[in-house]
């Protein structure tokens, strides 16, 4: 997922993570490599059958970081 309001690995991260992984077909959130400049943070999640990424995405919009979307 593109998460463009997700600033930092330190704060905004660990939120991000905790938001996807309360979901019960989430298995695991991690960092994407981000470049050194002119990227857009991503973060890779891992999960079972059922994952809705409509709700994800919600989810993620309702605690600050809207404009999230699925990278291809």
Do not use: W
């Amino acid at each position: 997922l593109e998460v463009p309001d997700m600033h930092c690995q330190f704060a905004c991260f660990p939120k991000v993570k905790e938001t996807l992984e309360a979901s019960p077909t989430v298995k695991s959130v991690t960092l994407a490599e981000q470049p050194e400049s002119g990227f857009k943070p991503q973060v890779v999640v891992d999960y079972d059958a059922g994952f809705d990424s409509a709700a994800a995405i919600d989810q993620l919009a309702q605690t600050g970081y809207a404009g999230s979307q699925i990278v291809p």
